[in-house]
DNA sequence: ATATTGTTGTGATTTTTTTCACAGATTTCG
DNA sequence: CGAAATCTGTGAAAAAAATCACAACAATAT
């Protein structure tokens, strides 16, 4: 295989792709072009190819791309066949929000267990998942083989929370608490900084892109 | 002003040195150098200089950073002293949680809108808000002098919502929907796309890094 | 058949972002 | 005080990512 480092934006945006070429399928679209593709997505069409130039050529030159070929194409190489379990740590508004979104099954996500410290929630059931204790987590994460971890606990608890998932064998995290995580290097953690997200909308409202002090 | 162009990046880093500096300075740290501010944070020392090089000099060489002027810098720089009203759209599971959401008052945002469809839930209270109707809101928000609207609509409904925004003044939409909004380049719009989240976890989960058709 | 048009794949170029590296300033220590 | 250690600010270099630009090929029109 010649693997060729390819740019995690890259990846990012072929998520969008198959979105969008999932869309044209439903609408019985045959082919489409590079230029069509990032059209809606504000991407250049010589973006759009070298994205997909990286896992080889499936483009038919004067004619663009297949929709099911490139469809098909797509979920293989985003392992969208795949699935894993996943357990979130934290119920509160954020965490039972996360439960009742329903994306998880979509992504191939099996949402087993999840874990809170407040012994007036443990025991109790959260759209058909028991809430068990945190310090039980390590032993049942391993149990039930739980590969990604969501952290939605408040800032302070945060690193805790990390350290016991790695520990756990957790592989990957996805983490809302506005704190940065330090983790083993083969854990991938993605950062939902909702707080961040914020700050930066109201810098923008606030400086219309000119700075000053 | 010597307005050099400074990259998004680089904002989204200055949130991270004021929230460490703020920890700081609540452990009443006097000074802190750049290799310390960015240590915790995964970020090399020249990095650090380098964005915090872009506003102006405010280190002092030999010993560092003043703690509490590097603060106070930061905060002016990223205007946390103003504040606006913002908006949310969809009070669905995640638009509650939101709403329930108490950091939006630290980033200086009030919340004085919240808006849906269903009719059911138009006229009821959720976190000292009243639920208005949608086809309201374009009045309601420029009323309101509303700067920010957060989407939290299923996926087919965001653009329109986007619109309707967009429309009656709004300057920056944060969008929880799973969709790329098209709006006027002077609005400003960050995605909070959690399914990608997902599904990029997903991605590493089952490729660990190396790729195969 | 041949010309024309449309589109891919990719090397080259440009732009953006990060990292390096060091002069010059400050503090500390003997 | 003078030497050694610590840091910043920043130009230069490197790395990463986006964009350009064009040869090669396919489809369509004449």
Redesign the interface.
């Known amino acids: ?1 010649p ?1 060729k480092k ?1 740019p ?1 934006t890259t ?2 945006r072929l ?2 792709y198959l ?1 969008k070429v999932t869309e044209l399928s439903k609408l019985s679209m045959k082919r489409v072009s590079s230029a069509e593709l990032g059209e ?3 991407l250049g069409a010589a973006q759009v190819r070298k994205d997909l130039g ?3 050529q499936f483009g038919v030159s004067g004619s663009g791309y297949v929709v099911t070929e490139l469809k098909e ?1 797509l979920s ?5 066949h ?1 699935t ?1 379990n996943v357990a979130i740590v934290g119920t509160g ?2 965490g ?2 996360l439960l ?2 329903s ?2 099954e ?4 099996n949402l087993v267990a999840a874990f809170d410290t407040d012994v007036n929630k443990i025991g109790k059931q959260l759209q058909g998942v028991e809430i068990e204790s945190v310090s039980d987590m390590k032993d049942i994460i391993k149990e039930k083989k739980i ?2 971890g969501i952290i939605a606990v408040p800032a302070k608890g945060a690193q805790d929370v990390a350290d016991i998932l790695t520990n756990a064998g957790v ?2 995290i ?1 983490n809302f608490a ?1 704190k ?1 995580l ?1 983790v083993p290097e083969e854990v ?1 953690v ?1 950062d ?1 900084d ?14 219309g892109k ?4």
């Open positions: 295989m693997v390819i995690e990846i990012s998520f969008l979105r809606s997505l504000n990286y896992f080889g194409k293989k190489i985003l392992s969208k795949k894993f508004h954020l039972s929000a009742a979104y994306g998880f979509k992504q191939g996500l590969l990604l592989k990957c996805l506005p940065h330090n991938k993605r939902v909702l707080s961040r997200e914020l700050e930066m909308l109201s810098y923008f409202l606030g400086n000119k700075v000053k002090l």
